[in-house]
């Protein structure tokens, strides 16, 4: 069983910065793929960046150059850190485990960003 806590979210004003992390417990293989999702009001989630055990990173084309993703395997978290934030931003952002076993997601934590 996998269990993942996300932490960081909040307010920040548009064009400002904001990290959420996510830490996972259980069993992590190196073949697991972290990632951050997201959904904002009335709409589908959405991938916003994935990261490999091998540091190998993809990203919605939405936040290329705006957003890293990174990951620590010793402790098993990954983090978002997200800059010049922008209103089409808000969402809740949910923390993922894509395993072979099947995906795993956490409670969700909401961002907002206000203009």
């Known amino acids: 069983q996998v269990q993942l806590v996300e932490s960081g979210g909040g307010l920040v004003q548009a064009g400002g910065s904001l990290r959420v992390s996510c830490a996972a417990s259980g069993v992590i293989f190196s073949s697991d793929v972290m990632a951050w999702y997201r959904q904002a009001p009335g709409k589908q989630r959405e991938l916003v960046a994935s990261?490999?055990?091998?540091?190998?990173?993809t990203y919605a084309d939405s936040v290329k150059g705006r957003f890293t993703i990174s990951r620590d395997n010793t402790k098993n978290t990954v983090s978002l850190q997200m800059n010049n934030r922008k209103s089409e931003d808000t969402g809740v952002y949910y923390c993922?485990?894509?395993?072979?076993?099947?995906?795993?997601w956490g409670q969700g934590t909401q961002v907002t960003v206000s203009s």
């Open positions: 993922c485990l894509d395993s072979r076993r099947g995906a795993y």
């Open positions: 990261v490999t055990s091998g540091a190998i990173t």
